[in-house]
């Protein structure tokens, strides 16, 4: 491809010709080959077909340079669906609401292995990750893949105070992870929908966690530090008792600056306790902007264990800057710098 390249760049060539170099050398490159297979999406416990299932093909290739628009091919009603892998290195992405996203990836043989037969059937196993080599893939050949079921089980969520009394009106979240390609697509990839609970009286709140997926938990109140917990097995957590501690809280100002000139930025956002993935600010958070001079009003600056404070502006890169509690000085306010992008 270099060659060619060069070849292009000492002639006098025409823009079209030039185009067609550039594509008959990237069709010769190692990796940019095609090979057609056919994908078998199936019922990983009953063994049915299962319709309607996405699959994405992602990786280095070189028909990524033209993009398709519009949403990913679907399998039929028999759940079945002809693609044509674009690359020796590759990923397919198995998603439908109901099970658990799947990763079928294809890489290249090993070099030095003996040539083998390549099978007509390939039986991706009920796992969330499975590899495929593309040469022993011959063309045309079925890819099964087999889709785990997701169960949804109650858990119990106990919350108390450091002397072991409940805690009314705590708020509880549970957030699913899932791997996703751009934000706002979570419908369209099967994402459950985040469930926000208080708990009673007692201090307890019910949630349903989604077996198969991970699962985050947020525990959060109002004067005390919050609490995330990682749930992906289910195994005899069915009940969980979490201790919130009260945390102390300090007044400060939080001036930003520009990390160049050392010059004010106004109009700065400064967020504590910022959130993503749809997750609600912690409630002992807060968001404010800058004056003129690069200064926030006095904020609450609480006593977390992961203190991080993120400042943006425009035409800015945004940071986020951990604090240690114990430094900050109600006297002297917290500097935070941003570069230029």
């Not at 297979?37 to 070189?62: C, F, M, N, S, Y």
């Amino acid at each position: 491809m270099i060659s060619i390249l060069n070849h292009w760049s000492c002639r006098r060539t025409s823009p079209k010709l030039a185009v067609i170099c550039i594509l008959f050398a990237l069709v010769l490159a190692p990796g940019c080959v095609s090979k057609p297979i056919q994908i078998r999406t199936l019922d990983g416990v009953t063994g049915a077909p299962v319709a309607d299932v996405d699959i994405r093909q992602h990786g280095v290739r070189w028909f990524s340079f033209f993009p398709k628009k519009g949403k990913a091919p679907k399998t039929n009603a028999d759940g079945q669906l002809d693609l044509v892998l674009n690359s020796r290195s590759t990923c397919l992405a198995v998603l439908r609401p109901g099970y658990v996203p799947t990763q079928v990836s294809i890489v290249p043989e090993p070099e030095g292995r003996l040539p083998k037969l390549k099978p007509t059937l390939f039986v991706a196993d009920i796992s969330p990750i499975n590899c495929v080599e593309f040469e022993s893939l011959a063309d045309l050949a079925v890819v099964e893949v087999r889709l785990t079921p997701i169960i949804q089980e109650k858990v119990r969520i106990s919350v108390r105070d450091e002397q072991g009394v409940p805690l009314a009106n705590v708020d509880v979240i549970l957030e699913t992870g899932l791997f996703l390609p751009k934000d706002g697509v979570e419908g369209e990839w099967g994402r459950p929908p985040i469930e926000r609970i208080v708990t009673n009286a007692s201090g307890v709140a019910v949630v349903t966690v989604h077996i198969g997926l991970r699962n985050y938990i947020y525990v959060r109140m109002l004067g005390r530090e919050s609490q995330r917990i990682a749930f992906e097995r289910l195994a005899d957590r069915k009940n969980i008792d979490i201790t919130l501690r009260s945390i102390a809280s300090k007044r400060a100002i939080i001036r930003v600056i520009d990390g160049k000139s050392g010059a004010p930025i106004a109009g700065a956002d400064v967020e504590l306790g910022k959130q993503f993935d749809g997750i609600p600010c912690d409630p002992n958070g807060w968001t404010v902007k800058t004056d003129v001079n690069g200064c926030t009003p006095q904020v609450s600056i609480p006593d977390f264990s992961e203190l991080i404070v993120t400042a943006s502006a425009e035409k800015y890169l945004m940071r986020r800057r951990a604090l240690i509690w114990q430094a900050v000085d109600a006297k002297k306010p917290v500097e935070i710098e941003l570069d230029r992008k």
